[in-house]
């Protein structure tokens, strides 16, 4: 929408279907999962998953060919999130059901063609733990709603409440009606003013066209309706998405018109079946982003940059129970102190063990199953069948062309040192706000003395955060020589954000961790640190004191389970 124009500068894609400009665009998008074509037999529903939000078909018949055609609304604009992931689950009745393939596509590339608007497109749909295995394929429309009848679609909503002879058309007593329920100041001191305005044929009556002209040409000159009849939300604050698509998608999700269930972040909280849901009300447990949902929360979510899509990190809810009750309470900080950083240091050993041993290569299988759709073997260096032991899997290498260096020849700009959940703060106070709820963190204290110059203080630090399902080599994010390592022993807390975020362990200082200073002709000294966790007792590095690094160069890498490498930059 850009205007009463209908599609501003677009001009003759105005038709409802027809391809849109996709610069400086804002719109309705109606997106269609119609159908599905798989390899076997069983009962599916779909998810569909755009920027913040993840929407859900209702569950097929028992067959290999499932048909939903099942729609939804969504806002797509030039800026928002437009690359939409779609999975398909088999049902599961009393725990989590099993994604079974998933497809992504950008809405931009199928809004853009010049299709007809019942146009279907067939996506393959991809093995979670293999991109070049497809599943069977997933047929899907999506194309621009008139504006026109965006307009029409909400004046007959707001209409219908006040309409009480049900004719289709208010009279001035309803119009009335009307203004005082959802207007605003302006909108109840004009209301004859208003209604001579609408009723542009002068018969006396305002029908459905007219009120919706009035309703577009008002909120864009001078607004009537100030707050979101259904959510309240303030109106106006909006510049390319106007306040009738807001409305417009406020009264399909209050009066149930779509098909396709809302109110899911993620496709995995989509996918519980009902006796999960039931334990999670129980427990009292709650979804949100990041540090929101508190260091209490059993659910981990993360913002993906690239798709602009939340996504869940997979975690055992015994293993998130068992941090809340060892991090998260003074009896588990007592027990901290009386032993357990022992234990988690031996266990730490024994698993490292284990993991090198021949017999552990039969566990590589059941990791991929658990994390299917968040590893891809395709972009690793060596086939599966190459690893002898779990922890050579674990440590695997990429292919070159798999991790791309931005703007490689720029040493003004630093990179992502590994796969990760990233964290950039400016300053350590800004970190200890948001993040680090430990009861004493600081840069002293991460670096030690031996590693710790004045130039870092109130410096900006950057949290890489390592999950086991990641590849675990760290690369080195800045160009300059590798002044020296200092190695610092210490414990084997977990860096989940449980711990991360509790206010009885310090997990960044108290932790084992070997740190490297790099000095820069951009960023002057860079400190690196390496932090080891629990099930990660080695932190190898590849390069040695007096080496000159490429940004992009392999620095390192953690053996089983998860870390996090910490640069801290002088301020």
């Known amino acids: 929408h850009r205007g009463r124009d209908r599609c501003g500068a677009a001009g003759d894609a105005s038709e409802s279907g027809k391809g849109v400009a996709a610069d400086e665009f804002a719109g309705i998008a109606r997106i269609r999962i119609v159908k599905a074509d798989l390899r076997f037999k069983d009962k599916f529903f779909a998810c569909l998953s755009l920027g913040e939000r993840t929407y859900r078909t209702e569950t097929s018949d028992s067959t290999h060919r499932p048909v939903w055609n099942?729609?939804?609304?969504?806002?797509i604009e030039t800026n928002g999130p437009h690359i939409a992931r779609i999975?398909?689950?088999?049902?599961?009745?009393?725990?989590?059901?099993?994604?079974?393939?998933?497809?992504?596509v950008d809405l931009f590339d199928l809004l853009t063609k010049d299709l007809e608007e019942e146009h279907v497109e067939d996506l393959a749909l991809l093995d979670p733990s293999s991109s070049t295995t497809t599943m069977g394929t997933i047929s899907v429309s999506c194309y621009i709603e008139d504006p026109v009848e965006t307009e029409q679609s909400f004046a007959r909503r707001v209409l219908a409440i006040v309409d009480y002879n049900e004719d289709g058309?208010?009279?001035?007593?309803?119009?009335?009606?009307?203004?005082?329920?959802?207007?605003?100041?302006?909108?109840?001191?004009?209301?004859e003013e208003l209604f001579?305005?609408?009723?542009?044929?002068?018969?006396?009556?305002?029908?459905?066209?007219?009120?919706?002209?009035?309703?577009?040409?008002?909120?864009?000159?001078?607004p009537i309706i100030s707050n979101c009849p259904v959510c309240g939300e303030s109106l106006g604050k909006y510049d390319k998405i106007n306040d009738m698509i807001h409305m417009t998608l406020c009264f399909d999700e209050g009066t149930g018109n779509q098909i396709m269930t809302g109110g899911f972040l993620t496709d995995k909280q989509a996918a519980y079946g009902w006796m999960f849901k039931l334990s999670e009300w129980a427990n009292f447990s709650s979804y949100d982003v990041g540090l929101r949902s508190g260091s209490t929360a059993s659910h981990i979510l993360v913002f993906d940059r690239r798709t602009k899509r939340l996504v869940e990190e997979a975690i055992d809810g015994k293993i998130v129970l068992s941090m809340r009750a060892l991090y998260q309470s003074k009896v588990g900080l007592t027990l901290?102190?009386?032993?357990?950083?022992?234990i988690l240091k031996n266990l730490s050993e024994k698993q490292g063990k284990k993991m090198n041993s021949p017999e552990s290569a039969k566990d590589i299988p059941k990791f991929l199953e658990l994390f299917a759709g968040q590893i891809n073997m395709d972009e690793t260096k060596d086939p599966i069948e190459s690893f002898k032991t779990f922890n050579e899997f674990f440590i695997r290498q990429l292919k070159p062309s798999a991790r791309p260096i931005a703007h490689i020849d720029d040493g003004s700009i630093a990179t992502c040192a590994a796969d990760c959940r990233l964290m950039a703060y400016s300053s350590v106070d800004e970190s200890t706000r948001f993040w680090i709820k430990g009861r004493k963190f600081s840069i002293e204290g991460l670096l030690g003395a031996d590693a710790?110059?004045?130039?870092?203080?109130n410096?900006?630090?950057?949290?890489?955060?390592?999950?086991?399902?990641?590849?675990?080599?760290?690369?080195?994010?800045?160009?300059?020589?590798?002044?020296?390592?200092?190695?610092?022993?210490?414990?084997?807390?977990?860096?989940?954000p449980i711990a991360v975020n509790s206010k009885y362990c310090n997990v960044f200082t108290e932790n084992k961790r070997v740190i490297s200073i790099i000095s820069t002709p951009e960023f002057g000294k860079v400190a690196f640190v390496a932090i080891g966790a629990t099930m990660v007792g080695s932190i190898t590095f590849v390069k040695k004191e007096g080496d000159y690094v490429h940004k992009g160069d392999e620095f390192g890498y953690f053996s089983f389970g998860g870390s996090t490498v910490i640069c801290v930059f002088e301020k």
């Open 196 to 222: 001579r305005q609408a009723d542009t044929n002068g018969d006396g009556i305002v029908d459905m066209d007219e009120l919706a002209a009035l309703l577009a040409d008002q909120q864009e000159k001078e």
């Open 336 to 342: 901290i102190d009386s032993g357990v950083k022992d």
């Open 169 to 191: 058309k208010l009279s001035l007593s309803e119009f009335s009606d009307l203004m005082k329920a959802f207007g605003n100041g302006l909108a109840v001191n004009k209301i």
């Open 87 to 104: 999975s398909v689950f088999e049902t599961n009745r009393f725990s989590k059901n099993t994604l079974v393939g998933y497809c992504e």
């Open 452 to 457: 710790h110059y004045n130039a870092f203080k």
């Open 459 to 496: 410096g900006s630090l950057v949290i890489f955060r390592l999950a086991p399902q990641d590849y675990h080599r760290f690369h080195v994010p800045v160009s300059g020589t590798v002044e020296k390592f200092v190695e610092i022993p210490g414990c084997l807390y977990t860096v989940n």
């Open 70 to 75: 099942s729609e939804k609304k969504v806002v």
